[in-house]
C-alpha cells in the first residue's frame, strides 16, 4: 500500500493553530522555536520518508497515513529511537515503490511528534517539519532509503522592509479571503494565521495548505530567497482568489433561477465530471469511440470535417435532451454507412453463368446481359453499373434473379419492395428537423449490405403510388440516372452519396404504369413467360426437391413423370411463372405424407389418372377442332399467363349490311373487324366475289369463351380469313393458325407475343402457322426444338394469306 496524505491533514491548520483535536494539544510555531529549528546541527546521514502527495515544509504539522513496509518500519525506528527523518516528495506520484532516483533533490527533515496504529494495519503518524535540507548521495536501501543530507538554508536578508511588510500583509489578506469565499477551509484557520507572526512560517504554513499540484509546492520548497518565495506564493493566491470568486459568482447567478430541469443538469454535469475522474463516464467513452471509427473511415476530408463538427456538437449536448439521440444516430448512421467500401467482383464468367443456369430455365437473354456486363467489367476494370428493369408477368423468377446476379459476381445482395410505397420521404429520408426523421430506404439498404456496390433490387417498381406526400418514382430519378447518382443526396444524411457502383435491378409486371423518365433511364429486359418444356424442367429440378425437403420426405417418396408434370401444368395451373405449379407440386406432397403418415399402400410413383382424385377436375386448355364448315378459322392470342388459341366464327343473313361482333370483344379488335369487311368489298374482284350483293347481307362474328374480354389489332387476318371462307364457300385448311394486324389496303403486320403464340399453337395439335414475314426475327430468337413439327409462312399481303388458307 502506498503513503498518501490522510484525510486528517484538514484538521492539520486546526492541529497547528492550537485547538484541541481530540489526540494531542500542539502550540503554534514561535519565533525563538523558528530560529532553534534552523541552527540545529543535521546529522550526516537520515532515514528517507517518501512522500508521495504532499510536500513538508518547515515548522508546519501535518498528519501522515503510511502503509509501504519500509515506510512503517522507519517512522516506527524513528519514533521509538526519537531520531528525526528526512521527508520527501516523489517526482512521480504513481511510482509504488520509489528508489532514490524517484525522489526530488530538496526535502525537510521532520521530527514525529505522535504515532497512531489504525485499525486497517496502516499508520499515522503526526509530523513536523524542521528546516530544508538537500540529498547529498544515497547510503543504502535496505531495510529502508538511507541518503547523506546537507542543510539548505535560505540566502538573502531577511529584514521586515516595507517591501516585504506589504507583501505580507498582502499574503494575509488574501489567505484569509479565500478561507472566507471557500467552504472547504475550517475558519478555524483564518485564526492561526492571524496569530502567526514569522514571515518565513507564514510563508510555509500557507504553501503547505494551498490546493496547489505537487510541482507548485515543490518549486517552492526549493527557492531559497524568501521575498521571491513570498511574491510567487502571492501570484498564486490572487490566481486561485479570482479563480474562487468567479465560481461564487456563477453559482450565485445560476442558484438565482435554478428551476427543477436546471437542477438536474447541473448535477449531471457533476456527476459527468466525477466520472471522467474516475474513467467511468459512458457518455464520453462513447464519443471516443465514435471518434476512433471515424479515423479510420475512408471518406473524404470534407465528409470528415462534418462528422467531427457534429461530433463536437454532440460533447456540447446534454445527455438527457431530446436533441441528444437524434443527434447520436445521426453520426451512428454516418458511421455505420460503407464509404468508400467495395466488395471484389468475380471475373470467373464460365463459373458465374453456371451459377445463372443452376438458378433459372430459361431467361437467355437477361443471362446474356449479365455476362456481357461482367464481360466489360473484367476488360475496362471499372464502369457505371447499368440500371436494369426485368419486365414480365407474375411468378417467372424476376426477383430471385437478382440474388442469383449477386452470387455469380460475389456482391452483396439487398431488396428494396416499393409495392403501395407512396411517401417521398421513403426514397429520400426525412429533414433532421422533423420528430422521428429517419434516412430513405436507399441509404438504409446500403448500410445493410455494408458495401459501396451492391446488388440492388427495386422490387415492384410499377406498383410505387402517389400521395399528397410527395411522388417517390420522381425521386427514384435521382437514384437510377447514372450521370447523378455518383452524389445521391438523402435529406437525412445532408452528403453526397455514391450510388455509382451499385448494380440496380428494377422488377416490373406493368411497363404501362412506370413514369415515362423513369423508364427512359433503365434498360428494359423483357422476361418472357415459361414454356410447358421448361415449367417442367423446373419442376423436376427445383420445385419438386424443395417441396420434399420441405415437407420432411425424402426424394424416394415420390415419383413425378413428365407426363404427370405435363397435364398438371396443362390443365391445372394457368399461369406465365410457376407460382401455381409449385402450390399444385405442394398439394401432391401433401397427399402423400398422408398416405405416409397414415400408413397406407401406395405406389412411389403418380400416375396420370390419380390427378383426378388429388387435385378434382381439370380446366383443359383449347385443342385444335377439325372444322369442316366454312367461316370458321383458327387464330393465336397472347394472354398474361401464356399463349392460346382462339376460334373466329362468321356467319351471314339476309339483310341491309349491318355488322354484328360478339365474345366480349375491345374496341380494337372490333376496328379490326370493321377493317377486314371494308377490305373485301374493296377487293371483291381479286377473291372472286364480284357478285356479292354487300348491300342485303348482315355479317355476324362471333369469338366464343364470351366470358373473357379479348383486345388487340392480332387477330385481324383471322377475322378476314373467316369473312372471306364464309363469302367464297371455301373451308379453311386443317391443322392451320395465323395472326397478324391487317390494314385497309391488305398489308399484314407484325404482333407481339410471338413465342408465347407459337408454343400455344404446337400444345394445341396446331401443324401450320401463318404469321408477318417481319415476325420472321421473333421466330428466330426461339430455341429450335420447340419448332419441330411446325411450318411456317411468313406473308407480306392479305392476298397470299387468303392463297394459302382457304382450300
Given amino acids: 500500500m502506498s503513503d498518501y496524505l490522510s484525510d486528517k491533514s484538514k484538521k492539520s491548520i486546526i492541529i497547528a493553530s492550537g485547538i484541541e483535536d481530540g489526540t494531542e494539544f500542539i502550540p503554534l510555531l514561535s519565533s525563538e522555536d523558528e530560529e532553534k529549528m534552523n541552527n540545529e546541527v543535521l546529522p550526516e546521514e537520515l532515514a528517507i520518508l517518501p512522500l508521495r502527495n504532499n510536500v513538508l515544509f518547515p515548522g508546519v504539522v501535518m498528519p501522515i497515513t503510511v502503509g509501504r513496509d519500509k515506510s512503517i518500519k522507519l517512522i516506527q525506528d524513528a519514533y521509538n529511537n526519537k531520531r528525526q527523518i528526512a521527508v520527501v516528495s516523489q517526482k512521480n506520484g504513481d511510482v509504488e515503490e520509489p528508489t532514490y532516483n524517484d525522489l526530488n533533490e530538496v526535502g525537510t527533515v521532520a521530527q514525529i511528534l505522535k504515532l497512531l496504529k489504525m485499525p486497517d494495519g496502516t499508520s499515522t503518524a503526526i509530523i513536523q517539519g524542521k528546516q530544508r535540507c538537500k540529498l547529498m548521495g544515497l547510503v543504502s536501501e535496505e531495510p529502508y532509503l538511507l541518503a547523506k543530507v546537507a542543510t539548505f538554508q535560505d540566502t538573502g536578508s531577511v529584514e521586515m522592509d516595507n517591501r516585504m511588510h506589504a507583501i505580507m500583509d498582502s499574503i494575509k489578506d488574501m489567505a484569509l479571503k479565500i478561507i472566507t469565499e471557500s467552504p472547504n477551509i475550517p475558519t478555524e484557520a483564518s485564526f492561526a494565521i492571524k496569530n502567526i507572526e514569522s514571515p518565513t512560517f507564514m510563508v510555509n504554513f500557507i504553501a503547505s495548505h494551498m490546493q496547489a499540484e505537487i510541482e507548485e509546492k515543490q518549486r517552492l520548497l526549493v527557492e531559497q530567497d524568501l521575498i521571491k518565495r513570498a511574491e510567487h506564493l502571492l501570484k498564486y493566491l490572487s490566481k486561485e482568489l479570482q479563480m474562487l470568486e468567479l465560481k461564487n459568482d456563477i453559482q450565485s447567478k445560476v442558484k438565482t433561477d435554478l428551476d427543477k430541469q436546471q437542477r438536474e443538469y447541473f448535477l449531471h454535469q457533476q456527476l459527468k465530471e466525477i466520472q471522467n475522474e474516475l474513467g467511468e463516464n459512458p457518455v464520453q467513452r462513447e464519443i471516443t469511440e465514435m471518434k476512433a471509427r471515424g479515423a479510420e473511415k475512408k471518406w473524404s476530408a470534407k465528409i470528415a470535417d462534418v462528422f467531427n463538427k457534429e461530433l463536437d456538437k454532440l460533447g456540447r449536448m446534454n445527455p438527457q435532451g431530446a436533441e441528444y439521440g437524434v443527434q447520436l444516430n445521426y453520426l451512428q448512421l454516418l458511421l455505420d454507412l460503407p464509404w468508400g467500401v467495395y466488395t471484389k467482383d468475380k471475373f470467373n464468367l464460365k463459373k458465374a453463368q453456371e451459377i445463372l443456369d443452376r438458378d433459372h430455365s430459361g431467361l437467355e437473354k437477361v443471362k446474356e446481359r449479365i455476362i456481357e456486363y461482367l464481360a466489360v467489367l473484367k476488360l475496362k476494370g471499372d464502369m457505371k453499373s447499368p440500371i436494369l428493369c426485368l419486365y414480365g408477368p407474375p411468378g417467372v423468377g424476376k426477383t430471385s434473379l437478382g440474388k442469383s446476379i449477386a452470387e455469380a459476381i460475389g456482391r452483396k445482395y439487398v431488396r428494396m419492395s416499393l409495392g403501395g410505397v407512396h411517401d417521398e420521404a421513403e426514397i429520400r429520408g426525412h429533414r433532421k428537423t422533423y420528430i422521428g426523421a429517419m434516412p430513405g430506404r436507399v441509404i438504409n439498404n446500403i ?361
Fill in 447 to 807: 448500410k445493410k449490405a455494408e458495401s459501396d456496390n451492391p446488388v440492388f433490387v427495386l422490387d415492384e417498381i410499377d406498383k410505387l403510388g402517389r400521395s399528397n406526400h410527395g411522388d417517390p418514382s420522381s425521386a427514384l430519378l435521382e437514384v437510377l440516372d447514372p450521370e447523378q447518382n455518383f452524389a445521391f443526396n438523402d435529406n437525412y444524411v445532408e452528403l453526397d452519396y455514391d450510388l455509382s457502383k451499385v448494380m440496380f435491378i428494377a422488377t416490373a409486371n406493368d411497363l404501362s404504369t412506370i413514369q415515362p423518365a423513369l423508364r427512359d433511364r433503365m434498360e428494359i429486359i423483357e422476361v418472357n413467360g415459361y414454356t410447358v418444356e421448361e415449367k417442367i424442367e423446373i419442376a423436376q429440378k427445383h420445385l419438386l426437391p424443395k417441396q420434399l425437403n420441405e415437407h420432411g420426405m425424402k426424394k424416394s417418396d415420390l415419383k413425378v413423370p413428365e407426363k404427370v408434370l405435363e397435364k398438371i401444368i396443362e390443365e391445372y395451373t394457368s399461369e406465365s411463372g410457376v407460382r401455381g405449379l409449385e402450390k399444385r407440386i405442394a398439394k401432391l406432397v401433401r397427399h402423400r405424407a398422408k398416405q405416409i403418415a397414415l400408413e397406407e399402400t401406395y405406389k412411389k410413383s403418380i400416375a396420370i389418372k390419380d390427378l383426378l382424385d388429388i387435385f378434382g377436375p381439370s380446366h383443359a386448355k383449347t385443342k385444335y377442332e377439325t372444322n369442316n364448315v366454312t367461316g370458321v378459322v383458327t387464330g393465336l392470342a397472347w394472354t398474361r399467363v401464356g399463349g392460346d388459341i382462339l376460334f373466329v366464327e362468321c356467319s351471314t343473313n339476309k339483310g341491309k349490311g349491318k355488322l354484328t361482333l360478339t365474345g366480349n370483344l375491345g374496341d380494337v379488335m372490333k376496328e379490326s373487324a370493321v377493317i377486314a369487311l371494308e377490305y373485301i368489298k374493296a377487293n371483291a374482284h381479286h377473291i372472286s366475289l364480284e357478285d356479292t350483293d354487300f348491300e342485303n347481307l348482315d355479317f355476324h362474328i362471333h369469338v366464343p369463351e364470351g366470358a373473357t374480354p379479348k383486345d388487340g389489332p392480332s387477330a385481324g387476318v383471322t377475322m378476314l380469313t373467316a369473312l372471306a371462307s364464309k363469302l367464297t364457300g371455301r373451308k379453311v385448311k386443317k391443322y392451320l393458325a395465323m395472326t397478324g394486324e391487317i390494314t385497309l389496303r391488305g398489308q399484314v403486320l407484325p404482333v407481339g407475343g410471338i413465342k408465347e403464340k407459337i408454343l400455344a399453337a404446337k400444345r394445341a395439335n396446331i401443324k401450320e402457322i401463318i404469321l408477318s414475314e417481319k415476325n420472321q426475327k421473333d421466330v428466330e430468337d426461339i430455341n429450335p426444338k420447340y419448332l419441330e413439327g411446325l411450318k411456317f409462312h411468313y406473308v407480306k399481303e392479305m392476298i397470299e394469306v387468303l392463297d394459302i388458307a382457304l382450300v
